[in-house]
């Protein structure tokens, strides 16, 4: 980072300059309060390698409604629920759209994405087809024997390695599992033909790949007038892992094609969207179905997997919360009946690990950037047209002033408290709420339950060559997602 803005120092001072200029002619007076921004870089030093905690610390200075300068883009911090609340529900169709990165402009993503789309009518036709025909209840209930089967198969899977004595590496299963899972539900088949195989490792590198990307910190997005440069190489990243989904699913949808009227059609979601004939009342573009697919999968598969291996992460760092896990699973179930999705209702511990880890660990720590279409005034001040907003969830989850003991792992909190993540209760906001919330909720909320449960159902869990729970290194990695830095390992032994 020093190296680049040294680069851009000597490079570009015409531009600088401008930028400059433009600085200081279009910042409001009565925004929200925030460090004092360096002329030209703002506060772009401030983010540090791991920004969620950074903007963590600062809004415990200036506030949970906190206004920065990152290179020419104004950016506002939202790091409480009660401001939060304001943002996404009060305020909900003024901060509906979003702040474009620079990295996901790669083969114009960003024209017919449902992630990034404005609310405009045609991501209001994308968000119609999600929400009434791929993640209904109805929907999902239909479609969930092909999980089971996928499910039976990570058992097996875990069952030799426990055979074995091998070490299993949680995220890379996990990986695994949910992307099968996800591209069961939506096109009936295996994207990932076995675990460790090299389509997953190829696919998850891709997706990953594309999370880093995302998420750092990016000059271009600072400074647009140097965008053309990509400094960075964020673009260049971007579109090796972009064409490889993309080459992904270009094969998919010509298979499909192939298969659509004959009887080997699955009448699936791709089958759905592919067939003309069909009662949906929604026509997709080629490029725009491969749009969706990119963003189902780069939104699904990573978050959903990481939630799982922080999961494992914390009972394994607290041994006794996993056998209460594990107690409450074999008193409901038994240890022969797998667990179900219409189970998940039945185990209240159970979610709440998943609640927990999603308030210490949420994926997207400031969800995908909001941007305000319009002046708007919260708390006497004004967060200004055209500005970024950034919900601080990380910074939410670990609020004292609304957590006991707020770095604790510790479920039985959500035993009595009726906070869920659905998106009404802005203490808990993994998701998001309002208009832009996951859309992926329903199936994520499936899928978390179903791997954990089975994880836990079926097997105990040692770390790797005797380390101690207390060793186990808890690490995050910032990216747009938030994963875990080093990957968890452990030994699988067989429940008697
Ligand atoms: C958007 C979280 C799983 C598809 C989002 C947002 C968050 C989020 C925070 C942005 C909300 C905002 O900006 O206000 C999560 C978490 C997941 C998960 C924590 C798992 C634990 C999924 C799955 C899918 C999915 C499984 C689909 C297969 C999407 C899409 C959007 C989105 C398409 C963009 C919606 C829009 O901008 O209108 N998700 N997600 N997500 N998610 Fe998820």
């Known amino acids: 980072m020093e190296y680049l803005n040294l680069l851009l120092l000597i490079l570009l001072p015409v531009s600088l ?35 969620h905690e950074s903007l963590t610390q600062l809004a415990q200075i200036y506030g949970p409604l906190m206004s920065l300068k990152l290179g020419s883009l104004t950016t506002i911090v939202i790091s409480s629920s009660t401001t939060a609340k304001e943002v996404l529900q009060k305020h909900d169709q003024s901060f509906s759209s979003r702040t474009v990165i620079d990295a996901v402009t790669v083969f114009n993503h960003h024209e017919s994405s449902i992630v990034w789309l404005p609310p405009t009518p045609q991501w209001r036709t994308l968000r119609k087809l999600t929400n009434s025909h791929i993640f209904t209840t109805q929907k999902l209930d239909s479609n969930q024997s092909l999980r089971h089967q996928k499910l039976e198969e990570l058992v097996s899977y875990v069952r030799r390695n426990a055979n074995a004595g091998s070490v299993i590496n949680i995220g890379q299963a996990a990986f695994t599992i949910v992307l099968n899972l996800i591209s069961n539900s939506f096109f009936s088949i ?21 999370m880093l990307e995302a998420g750092k910190p990016n000059l271009s997005d600072y400074f647009p007038v140097i965008r053309f ?11 090796k892992h972009f064409g490889v989904l993309d080459e992904i699913f270009e094969k ?13 059609g699955k009448g699936d979601l791709l089958d759905m969207i592919l067939d003309p004939s069909h009662d949906n009342g929604i026509q997709l573009q080629h490029h725009e179905i491969k749009g969706l697919f990119k963003d189902f999968f780069a939104a ?11 999961a494992m992460a914390e009972l394994l760092h607290n041994p006794s919360k996993m056998t ?4 409450e699973l074999s008193d409901i179930l038994g240890k022969d009946q797998p667990i179900e999705e219409s189970d998940i209702i039945r185990l209240p511990y159970l979610q709440a690990v998943v609640k927990e880890t999603l308030r210490l660990h949420p994926p997207v720590p400031f969800l995908v ?4 279409e319009n002046n708007v005034e919260i708390h006497d001040f004004v967060v200004p047209k055209g500005a970024q907003v950034l919900v601080n969830v990380w910074a939410i989850g670990r609020d004292p002033a609304l957590w006991k003991d707020p770095t604790c792992f510790s479920p039985e909190r959500f035993l009595d408290l009726k906070s869920d993540y659905k998106g009404q209760d802005f203490e808990l906001i993994p998701f998001g709420s309002g208009r832009r919330i996951c859309p992926g909720l329903p199936l994520a909320h499936r899928m978390v339950h179903l791997v954990l ?30 994963a875990k830095a080093t990957g968890l390992r452990a030994i699988p032994v067989i429940r008697l």
């Open 252 to 264: 998919i949808i010509q298979q499909k094609l192939l298969t659509l009227h004959s009887r080997e």
């Open 300 to 310: 699904g598969t990573d978050t959903t997997s990481s939630t799982v291996e922080w």
């Open 324 to 327: 209460k896990a594990q107690q």
């Open 453 to 482: 449960g089975l994880l836990l159902q079926s097997f105990d869990w040692e770390l790797e060559n005797g380390l101690k729970p207390e060793n186990l290194d808890m690490e995050e990695e910032f990216g747009f997602t938030l």
């Open 369 to 372: 950037p909001h941007k305000a």
């Open 229 to 239: 440069m990509d400094l960075q190489g964020v673009r260049r990243g971007m579109s």
């Open 190 to 210: 295996d994207l990932a033909d076995g675990f460790g195989s090299d389509s997953v490792c190829v696919f998850k590198d891709a997706v990953r790949g594309a």
């Open 17 to 51: 300059l401008k930028i400059f200029s433009w600085i200081t002619k279009s910042s409001p007076t009565n925004l929200p309060p925030g460090p004092a921004p360096l002329p030209i870089f703002g506060n772009l030093f401030k983010l540090g390698k791991k920004p």
